[in-house]
């Protein structure tokens, strides 16, 4: 299995930061990376694929970068419903495996 | 606009199987893969596996020997069995269009059911 780590766990941000969440795989997956977006009690909503694709009606702020195995999610300015938990993913190959999440907190 | 909805017991005891169902809305159930992903309460996300429209599987090697994915187009439905439950099995349980075209494809989870939490306790 490809091994995610993501980092850091959890990070404290006001409205308007630039934050950049980081996920590793333990081996080169390309550009095979996806990220997703999830609220409390929600199910995950995909944000990027393809490392740097992002889907359709996700606003600019959001930007993904990296390729082999390191990459990152960036949001450019922090807006109040940023505030969730994101999750990378590996689509390179089966069993496709998630990060343990990155959790973004209002400071 | 495709939308899916899981369902089935919200408890499940010991040794026992766990059965859902996931209903598809909306779009074709054909050329693409349908998932199954899980969630225990307060951690991350776990892939159980996938089905194709041709009935083509692949299943996560942790959870493979007791696990069946299964498809019913005409029902426009796809179903996850877990057998021999423990509590370690209790989580929120998601289906997800898969959206992957083969081999080689890139791939992601694009649309997902609301999930359904399901509890493993005598």
């Known amino acids: 299995d490809i091994q995610m780590t993501q980092s850091p766990s959890s990070l404290s941000a006001s409205v308007g930061d630039s934050v950049t969440i980081t996920c590793r795989t333990s081996?080169?997956?390309?550009?095979?990376l996806n990220w997703y977006q999830q609220k409390p009690g929600k199910a995950p909503n995909l944000l990027i694929t393809?490392?740097?694709s992002l889907k359709s009606g996700v606003p600019s702020r959001f930007s993904g970068s990296g390729s082999g195995t390191n990459f990152t999610l960036t949001i450019s300015s922090l807006q109040v419903e940023d505030f969730a938990t994101y999750y990378c993913?590996?689509?390179?190959?089966?069993?496709?495996?998630f990060g343990q999440g990155t959790t973004v907190e209002i400071k | 606009q495709v939308q899916l909805q899981e369902s089935g017991p919200g408890l499940v005891k010991p040794s026992e199987t766990l059965s859902l169902t996931c209903s598809v809305s909306?779009?074709?159930?054909?050329?693409?893969?349908w998932s199954w992903i899980r969630q225990p309460p307060g951690k991350g996300l776990e892939w159980i596996g996938y089905?194709?429209?041709?009935?083509?599987?692949d299943y996560n090697p942790s959870l493979k020997s007791r696990v069946t994915i299964s498809l019913d187009t005409s029902k426009r439905q796809f179903s996850l069995i877990l057998n021999s439950v423990t509590a370690a099995d209790t989580a929120l349980y998601y289906c997800?269009?898969?959206?992957?075209?083969?081999?080689?494809?890139?791939?992601?989870?694009?649309?997902w059911g609301q999930g359904t939490l399901v509890t493993v306790s005598s």
């Open positions: 993913q590996q689509s390179f190959s089966t069993p496709r495996t």
């Open positions: 997800a269009r898969d959206h992957y075209y083969g081999p080689g494809s890139y791939n992601w989870f694009d649309i």
């Open positions: 909306g779009g074709s159930m054909t050329s693409t893969y």
């Open positions: 089905i194709h429209f041709t009935g083509s599987t």
């Open positions: 393809a490392t740097f």
């Open positions: 081996q080169n997956i390309d550009n095979f």
